[in-house]
């Protein structure tokens, strides 16, 4: 018996006249997603995709993780693909769904016949469907409003497909379908999970880390490639550029009050940032602040960052607290990466009493004791970029 998975995507079915596209785009990332798992074939008709391996050598329990990952998709099954005649449908039902009908005590039957000439109307097959099953399975009784288990039948136009309860799929758009973002990456708790709401919302990643050796180790920067790695899962692949920085910290530490060194670091990163964003065909920064979290983040210190800033910054998890900050970096497998111990740049220069409201004026005239320019310059110049991809 052939085995598929039938997705169905979610928001897209809402965007009208965009819906190809859409579509055309969620496909692209599967079969790239896919790639490394075998060899499969998409088919798209009435808003549900089928995705077919194409040989025995096709890892489907590895292709079924990764597009439970695959933003765009609001559920998906694993289903039977049989021949569309009633009784192998029945027979094909009662041996694929045997594993998951013997552990429970309800279920019901729900056709849906896209192929109208079909001999059979859906009643009628939601009733044989039924009935069969009953006779099969006698522990089973139909409970057509709270069933343990809804077995499918869907009547298309190669097969049949029969499938239990559908999944929940990572929900969202489509990756690539809303342009291309910058994520500000630390190796802390926040940034990841910044980077994976964004992609939610249909992102393509870059990625940008400031690192200043020797204060910042070689280990550091491989925790971020990890944390970027768990990320690349549901964004697809990621470049990172990785920016010297340390000349730029040492400067900071050297020529301006110690109580406004975090907001002319974070202003230095912003001007940096935008420059490799802008290069990179990225509209946007993002950023994993949230209000209040520690001096940087309070509204007069966000005000001073983004005076500086001309291209959209957007912080996804700005009205979020720890704790559910906390809840997603767990879901997505970032948390235990991230309590990793190596030092971030950021915190190796923290000072002792930062002012938590810097006034812009104060900032700009600190700001006068450094070559800003040529700190940004040279910082652009020194940047490396590496490729990064979960599979
Ligand atoms: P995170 O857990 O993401 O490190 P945080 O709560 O520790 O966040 P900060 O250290 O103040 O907060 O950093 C705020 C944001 O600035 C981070 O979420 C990230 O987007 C960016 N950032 C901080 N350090 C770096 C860095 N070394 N390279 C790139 N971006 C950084
Ligand atoms: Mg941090």
Same mark, same amino acid.
């Given at each position: 018996?052939? @085995? ?9 079915? %809402? ?9 055309? =785009? ?20 009435? *808003?549900?995709?089928?995705?077919? !391996? ?13 597009? @439970? ?38 279920? #019901? ?31 089973? /009784?139909?409970?057509?409003?709270? &069933? ?19 999944? +929940?799929?990572?929900?969202? =758009? ?23 709401? =964004? ?13 200043? &050796? ?11 490639? *990890?944390?970027?790695?768990?990320? *690349? #899962? ?7 550029? /990785? ?13 301006? !009050? ?37 001096? *940087?983040?309070?509204? !007069?210190?966000?005000?001073? $960052? ?9 912080? &996804? ?23 990793? !111990?190596?030092?971030?740049?950021? $915190? ?23 070559? /800003?320019?040529? %700190?940004? +310059? ?14």
């Amino acid at each position: 018996m052939k @085995e598929v998975i039938l997705i169905k995507n979610g928001e897209l079915a %809402l965007k009208g006249l965009n819906r190809r596209t859409f579509e055309d =785009m969620l496909v692209k990332n599967m079969r790239r997603r896919l790639e490394s798992a075998g060899k499969f074939n998409f088919t798209i008709a009435q *808003s549900t995709i089928v995705a077919e !391996p194409m040989d025995e050598f096709a890892d489907f329990d590895e292709a079924v993780s990764r597009i @439970e990952k695959i933003f765009g998709i609001a559920g998906f099954s694993r289903a039977a693909a049989v021949e569309k005649d009633m009784e192998t449908i029945l027979r094909s039902a009662e041996e694929y769904l045997a594993p998951q009908l013997l552990g429970i005590r309800s279920f #019901k039957v729900e056709a849906k016949r896209s192929d109208k000439k079909f001999p059979l109307t859906s009643p009628e097959i939601c009733r044989e469907t039924g009935g069969y099953l009953l006779r099969k399975f006698p522990h089973l /009784v139909v409970d057509v409003h709270n &069933p343990d288990l809804i077995v499918t039948v869907e009547v298309r136009d190669n097969y049949a497909y029969i499938h239990g309860t559908q999944l +929940k799929g990572a929900g969202g =758009m489509p990756t690539g379908s809303a342009g291309r973002a910058a994520i500000l990456i630390s190796g802390g708790i926040d940034s990841p999970v910044a980077a994976y709401m =964004m992609a939610k919302r249909g992102l393509e990643l870059i990625a940008i880390h400031f690192a200043s &050796p020797p204060y910042t180790s070689e280990r550091a920067e491989q925790k971020v490639h *990890s944390l970027l790695k768990q990320v *690349s #899962k549901y964004s697809g692949r990621i470049t990172l550029y /990785v920016v010297p920085f340390t000349e730029t910290q040492e400067q900071i530490k050297d020529n301006c !009050p110690e109580d406004i060194f975090t907001v002319i670091m974070r202003r230095m990163m912003m001007r940096v940032s935008q420059i490799i964003a802008q290069r990179e065909h990225a509209g946007a920064l993002i950023t994993g602040e949230s209000v209040g979290q520690v001096a *940087s983040q309070t509204m !007069p210190a966000i005000a001073c $960052t983004d005076a500086v800033c001309e291209m959209p910054v957007f912080r &996804p998890l700005i009205g979020m607290d720890k704790d559910e900050v906390v809840a997603i970096s767990r879901k997505i497998d970032t948390f235990d990466i991230s309590i990793l !111990p190596y030092e971030d740049c950021c $915190t190796v220069f923290t000072p002792k009493h930062p002012k938590t409201r810097p006034t812009l004026d104060y900032v700009e005239k600190c700001e006068q004791a450094l070559e /800003v320019d040529r %700190l940004v +310059k040279e910082a652009v110049e020194g940047t490396r970029f590496i490729h990064i991809n979960a599979y």
